[in-house]
């Protein structure tokens, strides 16, 4: 073969999207074993995680190759690959940069047929949170090999972000129709997930952590399970879940932030906040420090809580350096710890982006902090009948009716909230259940009086010209 891309072994072919290695006498013996470097390959081929160390191993095999050989797409496309996996393992987005020259060189030595760096480019895209490059890339690999089914899970990911649950169904059909394996039924589970097919979503991912052989791949599929108990209000069921995938692999970072999440919804708050702590030390995510700062908060601890959000904007603005679009999470901590304005201009945009169940709710939950209600409750209302079974979502829709006089669908919203996962936040549920007691019990006279609207009366509906900013320390959620 012209393009041989492990040195040591006589050949290789390109399999369903997987380098495969041949024996060299061309018989009948097994191919070697893998070494970290062709583990890495192979996973990265087949959209699986890779280990850490073995994909250190391999970017360094592939970076002193294409020194050598600055013609071969195919190890550009490989390191790119790499590059990207490498990023989103350690959340360095250092990484992303180096990968998109990797798969551009790629492209620009075979600009024709070149499905690997098309999907590379995707897989870059959707790890920026730049859904409309992913869908667009993903879209012109399909075009280029449609039956490879590596395309499918970034073009699932790339139409989730953007919303388009008809593009999520299309994709998903074709990755079942060319693939199988644990690779496609943890993206099965996922879009059950995000359809509410909760029984349906935990036996793919279930039964995706059964047949996954590389740690890292089980690890991966070990957290999904968790995160589906997690969102199910069952703690003790998450954190078994996520000690199984730190056992598994323990580089698997997520699952340090889901325990964290887990022992603080137990009563375990010290061993919470160690978990945490250790999740941001070794992958660093806003996300990770919004969720600490919170928790913080709910202890009490102010001080703690502020430096945290610090750290958030700190990170914010550094992954924006490496192309990442953070403005959901930034615009959410904004709405609840900062300057509610600026939340909603950051999210109209990212709206307009990226119109996602997700975003909608995070856009209409800032609307309402900046006052306007009426506004918020049709953005919020559309992510609860879009979107996922979320506790959060239905808090929001509770909290923004019971501002608006809404009383009877408030109590309905608010208690679903606390129905579908009693620990999903650690300043929500306070203000759920402070809410609920103010609410108080349902007045007598059936449907027609307990879901009706107070008396008409004055309010301002309109967005004030200089909204009040909550202070660093107000609990998310609660009513100014």
């Known amino acids: 073969m012209k393009r041989v891309l492990i040195a040591s072994v006589a050949g290789s072919v390109v399999l369903g999207g997987v380098f495969v290695l041949l024996p ?8 070697p074993a893998l070494g ?21 191993a391999l970017i360094g095999e592939r970076e002193t190759h294409v020194r050598a050989h600055p013609g071969d797409d195919q190890s550009w496309a490989v390191l790119g690959q790499a590059y990207v996996a490498q990023g989103v393992r350690s959340a360095d987005v250092a990484y992303y940069p180096k990968a998109e020259s990797a798969l551009r060189t790629s492209l620009k030595a075979r600009p024709q047929g070149n499905a690997e760096a098309l999907t590379g480019l995707a897989v870059l895209a959707n790890a920026r949170h730049d859904f409309r490059a992913a869908k667009k890339w993903g879209e ?19 139409y989730s972000g953007l919303g388009d649950a008809k593009g999520v169904g299309r994709a998903l059909e074709s990755l079942q129709e060319l693939g199988s394996g644990p690779a496609v039924m943890t993206r099965a589970g996922q879009v059950y997930r995000s359809r509410g097919w909760r029984e349906d979503a935990n036996a793919a991912l279930t039964d995706a952590a059964a047949l996954a052989e590389a740690p890292a791949e089980k690890a991966a599929c070990l957290h999904r399970v968790a995160e589906l108990a997690w969102e199910r209000g069952e ?60 928790l913080y908060e709910s202890l009490r601890l102010a001080p703690a809580a502020r430096a945290q959000y610090d750290v958030l904007r700190a990170r914010v603005k550094q992954e924006s350096v490496g192309g990442v679009n953070n403005e959901r999470i930034l615009g959410l901590f904004e709405a609840d710890h900062g300057d509610a304005d600026a939340a909603v201009e950051l ?19 800032a609307l309402h902090r900046a006052g306007d209600g009426e ?64 609410l108080g019990e349902p007045p007598e006279g059936g449907p027609a009086q307990m879901y009706a609207p107070r008396p008409a009366a004055p309010r301002q509906t309109a967005k004030p010209t200089s909204p009040r900013k909550p202070s660093a320390s107000a609990p998310a959620g609660k009513p100014r």
């Open 24 to 31: 060299p006498d061309g018989g009948d013996a097994a191919p």
């Open 36 to 56: 970290p470097a062709g583990r890495a390959m192979a996973a990265v081929g087949a959209g699986a995680p890779a280990a850490l160390p073995d994909l250190t």
């Open 140 to 158: 012109l690999a399909a075009k280029q090999a449609p039956k490879r089914w590596t395309a499918y899970p970034a073009l699932i990911d790339a």
């Open 235 to 294: 703690p003790t069921e998450a954190l078994r879940y996520y000690d199984a995938a730190l056992a598994a692999d323990a580089d698997h970072h997520p699952s340090l932030a889901g325990r964290g999440r887990a022992l603080a919804a137990l009563g375990r708050s010290s061993e919470a906040l160690h978990a945490y702590r250790s999740a941001l030390t070794k992958q660093p995510l806003p996300e990770y420090a919004l969720e600490l700062g919170e």
């Open 347 to 365: 999210l109209t945009a990212e709206y307009e982006r990226h119109g996602s169940p997700e975003t909608a709710d995070a856009l209409g939950w």
């Open 375 to 438: 506004a918020g409750l049709k953005l919020v209302t559309k992510a609860m009948e879009k979107g996922p079974r979320s506790a959060l979502f239905a808090f929001h829709r509770g909290q923004i009716e019971r501002e608006l006089g809404y009383y009877g669908a408030a109590r309905r919203h608010l208690g679903e909230a606390l129905r579908i996962n009693p620990y999903f936040s650690p300043l929500g549920v306070p203000a759920a259940k402070e809410a609920l007691d103010a």
